[in-house]
């Protein structure tokens, strides 16, 4: 290489690092004031506006917009597939409705979670709000763990031992309660949707001791039934005969949760009482 | 002054030639792609799965909540998500897509991912064989036996290493861009980014959350590399000169920034491995607020910590090299 061509090389090289050279040590300058002397600045992003769907019968919707809220059953905890009633609900629906695309949104179940911190995301979690504004169908399960008062953060089926009469009892008005909120904000949300509650079943019928739960269970599926009854977009399903003689073929190895099977059952009741 | 600038032009030459840098653009080239199709298909999944980007980051904090109420995690890992799952929802909160598929998004997460392995790994490519490929090749004698001090001699040597690492940032960066953005479109420069979050145990504090344009965030990420990128050159430089051939020096290095990048995923029981050099290059994680790889690091410690193992670096480098002699 030429004296020449190698000098202009070098030119060109160190021009080229030492502009690089001097604009990295300007951003980590930068960087480092900015981190060590941070100027906090509310930033105010732009609001989304989110239109409702329109309300009609879900056989006449352009699309249907499917999100599930609520705690393990609705996750789909104890099938071993991971599909839960909400994936087989959807694929249910696509063959009643060939005609319509169904899709699920948001799937937004918490393992444990109950009834008053279900409503606390309710009425301040953005993203829940959002979620459920776009949807059309809105199918949710909510109550067994007020209702069983399942330490928090324990795994529903190792807490069997922890499980009386007693605390059933005192978990059933609390619970109610904290329902009424549940409905109440849901309807706030979304006035429009079709909203489907599962009822709740009694986990331990085939254990003599607490066969006597499903008392508590059934005064809990009425007093809900008799709370979502004044909202017109509301219904509810049962679940409770489901899991009572057959309780050993639609229970999962927890003793708490459905089996892939259970929650087959639990979608083709949705998608039966669904016009 | 005197035959320093002409020195420096000689190192810089001569790197150049050796083709080492065309060896990082080309690494570069082959991986940027690889990487953004990768990005691709994550994006092409997305959009099938969920109507647009608040859904699915709202699906995602409740995956990372699940997690959360699980009793086989550790507790570590919690920590972590939980951390997580507060900065998501505060951009879900705040309306800004933290992920949007553009050009300068992907360039800001991939420099995020590369800074504690690639980079130091780009670095490597150029600093390790500054001294000991001059010693294996011979050309030491004929570089020593000129009527230049032999400080002079390194200290070019560090000043066309210096030059380097600011390319390999620079021209990674703008790669990256013109790469992703064929495919993801050149957009993004404005969008606002936060940072500033404080973390403290595992719960996130908001009051010094400010946004920053992502032109602006990018750039301190480069400034923030390019630090610790020259931390691995001093140190590569110092190992070049203890270390006779320049595959021991590229291993040694190598082995150091490797058990660093494993050090800080598993080490959080070892305090004091945040002494370690190669535990705190990542200093983009301050600025994106990701939980430091052990309790405790902040921005200041690690640059002090880098700081101390770079002047280190460079008093064994100039010590050994002035006095050492030349026999082989």
């Known amino acids: 290489m030429s004296r020449t061509s190698s000098s202009a090389l070098w030119r060109s090289i160190a021009f080229s690092a030492l502009a690089s050279t001097l604009l990295l040590a300007g951003g980590f300058g930068y960087a480092v004031k900015d981190m060590l002397y941070p100027s906090a600045e509310a930033y105010t992003g732009a609001p989304v506006k989110s239109v409702l769907p329109e309300h009609k019968e879900l056989s006449r919707a352009k699309e249907i917009n499917v999100t599930a809220i609520g705690d393990s059953l609705t996750k789909g905890t104890g099938d071993a597939t991971g599909d839960g009633y909400v994936k087989q609900l959807v694929s249910l629906l696509k063959e009643k409705y060939p005609a319509i695309p169904v899709k699920l949104n948001n799937n937004l179940a918490v393992n444990g979670i109950r009834a008053d911190q279900l409503a606390q995301r309710l009425s301040t979690d953005k993203g829940y709000r959002y979620a459920l504004r776009q949807s059309n169908l809105i199918v949710f399960t909510i109550g067994g763990n007020d209702l069983f008062q399942i330490a928090n953060g324990r795994a529903a089926g190792e807490a069997t031992g922890d499980i009386s009469l007693e605390t059933v009892k005192k978990g059933l008005n609390q619970g109610i309660d904290r329902l009424d909120n549940v409905f109440r904000l849901l309807y706030e949300i979304n006035p429009n949707a079709h909203i489907v509650y599962t009822g709740l079943y009694n986990p331990f019928y085939n254990i003599t001791d607490l066969r006597d739960g499903s008392l508590q269970v059934q005064k809990w599926n009425e007093e809900a039934y008799s709370l979502l009854h004044q909202y017109p977009n509301m219904m509810m399903v049962p679940s409770f005969d489901l899991f009572e003689r057959s309780i050993g073929s639609y229970l999962s190895n927890d003793h708490f949760h459905p089996n892939h099977e259970g929650y087959a059952q639990i979608a083709e009741r949705i998608a039966q009482s669904l016009d | ?328």
Not at chain 2, 51 to 78: A, C, F, G, H, T
Not at chain 2, 218 to 243: D, H, Q, R
Request: net charge positive; hydrophobic share 50%; glycine share 6%.
């Open chain 2, 1 to 328: 002054m005197d035959r320093l600038l002409p020195l420096i032009q000689n190192e810089t030459l001569k790197i150049w030639k050796k083709k080492r840098f065309y060896v990082v653009v080309l690494v570069l080239i082959v991986l940027i792609p690889v990487f953004t199709y990768a990005q691709l298909k994550i994006a092409e999944t997305n959009r099938k799965n969920f109507k647009d980007w608040r859904n699915q980051l709202v699906q995602q904090i409740n995956e990372y909540q699940n997690m959360l109420s699980s009793e086989r995690i550790p507790e570590e890992w919690k920590r972590n998500r939980r951390i997580a799952v507060q900065q998501l929802q505060y951009y879900l909160d705040h309306d800004v897509n933290p992920n949007s598929p553009d050009g300068v998004t992907f360039t800001r997460s991939f420099m995020a991912n590369a800074v504690n392995l690639f980079y130091p790994l780009l670095v490597l490519a150029v600093a390790s064989d500054l001294v000991s490929g001059e010693r294996s090749a011979g050309t030491i004698k004929m570089l020593l036996t000129r009527p230049v001090r032999r400080w002079k001699i390194l200290f070019s040597k560090l000043i066309a290493l210096t030059l380097y690492v600011s390319l390999t940032v620079v021209v990674s960066a703008i790669l990256c861009y013109l790469i992703s953005g064929a495919v993801f479109g050149y957009g993004g420069w404005g969008m606002p980014v936060f940072t500033g979050f404080v973390i403290n145990g595992s719960t996130v504090e908001s009051t010094y959350v400010h946004a920053v344009p992502q032109w602006l965030y990018v750039l301190m990420e480069g400034g923030l590399i390019w630090v610790s990128s020259m931390t691995v050159a001093i140190l590569a430089l110092m190992v070049s000169v203890l270390v006779r051939s320049t595959a021991a020096s590229i291993v040694t290095m190598m082995a150091a920034v490797i058990a660093g990048t494993i050090l800080s995923t598993m080490s959080s029981s070892w305090e004091s491995a945040k002494y370690v050099f190669a535990v705190n290059l990542q200093l983009t994680d301050y600025l994106a607020g990701s939980p430091p790889p052990i309790q405790g690091m902040t921005l200041s410690f690690s640059l002090i910590i880098l700081a101390i193992w770079s002047a280190i670096g460079l008093i064994v480098s100039f010590g050994v090299f002035t006095k050492q002699d030349i026999m082989n």
